[in-house]
């Protein structure tokens, strides 16, 4: 086979093939929205993160703005530490309010910001001063029982 | 009596013994010959031109197979998934499943599959004749080294188009599932591709799926070429070595996508 066509035929394999891994990274895995140019740490604790997740988004008004990286267990206080990263473009005041959010009704769960009035932002590193934690559907069903089951004399 | 008993029993033991013998044997010597390639490899790059015909007849020429293969796969998982999705009530879900199971499975598995019997048997088949045909002693005799002339050039061709392939593969099997999905059944446009870049992570999925590509490539590659190499130099003999690539790339592939699979997504 002539030398210059295998090499037209190989080139053109190997730009299809970087064509498909493209195509993988942009249209199917949104390379660009995932990553932050530039990033900084900040942790919360809760008393239960319920399901989060590694990696599970944190989101302001619905915007998802940084990551879950690091989920541990403070032994001292029997808490759970969420170290989240934020896109370095977004500062958060000293009392925002971070709350962990479940996406519908047994959707995924992610971290919500809900941003406060201080003057003074977070430094980076920081750790948030208010938290809720995730809501446990057994515990409010049992809740809800447990309400229903003590007011039914009353009514009577 | 006693003493044909006793001769029977020894010679099953004698037996068994042969076939573990021969087995490490030839596991020592693919062992060495993977080493050899590896060092002749500087060799045969020198003479790029060979290793670009192997990419060409492996990988080029698979493309046919691979990309039609992959269209099937994904419409037939758009269709499974949709039936499957709209039970729940998340039919919006379906550009997920079918962009992760390709990205993370399918595509590297099974264009592995259809690569090892695309291309493995055909190179295991050429490597076997030219040993059968002595062509291999002859090359020693002129001081070519077969190794650097023969076998690493196709082992590389195959090692290098493997990941190009499974990545065409997953791309064009999203595309079926796009068809099928949106355009044949109606799932929105807009959630079938937002859902999907939402969930699909280029590290995570696709990174590992492309690693997984290129050491499947690895494995059926070198089977291929040992088998050959390895091959009984008669017609029957060549026969069983293709066999054996099929069935060893195959066993190879599925095994090693278990412990790549097991390390990559633990738990997440």
């Known amino acids: 086979m002539n030398r210059k066509l295998l090499d037209l035929w190989v080139g053109f394999f190997v730009a299809v093939g970087f064509a498909a891994i493209l195509f993988l990274a942009l249209r199917v895995g949104n390379v660009s929205s995932a990553n932050f140019a530039e990033t900084y740490r900040l942790s919360a604790k809760f008393d239960n993160i319920g399901g989060l997740k590694v990696r599970g988004p944190v989101k302001s008004a619905g915007v998802v703005v940084g990551r879950v990286v690091e989920i541990a267990f403070d032994a001292q206080n029997y808490e ?35 941003a406060g009035g201080d003057e003074k932002m977070l430094q980076p590193g920081e750790v948030f001063a208010k938290t809720q934690s995730a809501v446990v559907l057994e515990k409010l069903i049992g809740q809800f029982m447990f309400n229903k089951a003590s007011e039914t004399p009353a009514s009577k | 009596m006693r003493d044909g008993a006793l001769a ?42 060979l290793t670009l015909r192997e990419i060409y007849f492996s990988g080029f020429q698979s493309l046919l197979i691979i990309l039609v293969s992959g269209l099937f796969i994904g419409m ?17 879900a379906l550009g997920v499943l079918v962009a992760l199971s390709l990205t993370r499975e399918l595509g590297p598995v099974v264009s592995a599959l259809l690569f090892a019997s695309r291309a493995g048997s055909s190179i295991t088949a050429e490597i076997g004749l030219m040993k059968a045909t002595e062509q291999l002693t002859a090359m020693d005799m002129m001081a070519v080294n077969p190794i650097a002339r023969v076998v690493a050039p196709r082992f590389w061709g195959g090692v290098l188009s493997m990941p190009l392939l499974a990545a065409l593969f997953s791309a064009i099997g999203v595309f079926g599932g796009y068809l099928v999905g949106v355009v044949l059944i109606g799932v929105d446009q807009g959630a079938f591709w937002s859902q999907m870049q939402g969930s699909v992570d280029f590290e995570l999925d696709v990174l590992n799926g492309i690693i997984k590509s290129f050491v499947f490539g690895v494995a059926v590659s070198l089977i291929a070429v040992f088998e050959g190499y390895d091959a009984v130099p008669t017609a029957e003999g060549v026969s069983s070595s293709i066999k054996r690539t099929v069935v060893y790339s195959a066993l190879a592939i599925l095994a090693l996508d278990l412990v790549l699979t097991s390390f990559m997504f633990r738990g997440i």
């Open chain 1, 80 to 114: 759970a530490v969420v170290t989240m990263t934020i896109d370095g473009r977004y500062h958060f005041p000293r009392d925002t309010f971070a709350s962990i959010l479940t996406a519908g009704l047994l959707g995924e769960q992610y971290i919500g910001l809900d």
């Open chain 2, 8 to 49: 029977f029993v020894a010679g099953m033991i004698r037996g068994i013994g042969h076939r573990v013998n021969d087995a490490l044997q030839t596991l020592g010597f693919a062992a060495r010959f993977f080493m050899m390639i590896l060092v002749y490899s500087g060799q045969s790059f020198r003479r790029l031109h």
């Open chain 2, 76 to 92: 037939v998982l758009g269709m499974q998934g949709y039936e499957t999705l709209q039970r729940y009530g998340s039919s919006e």
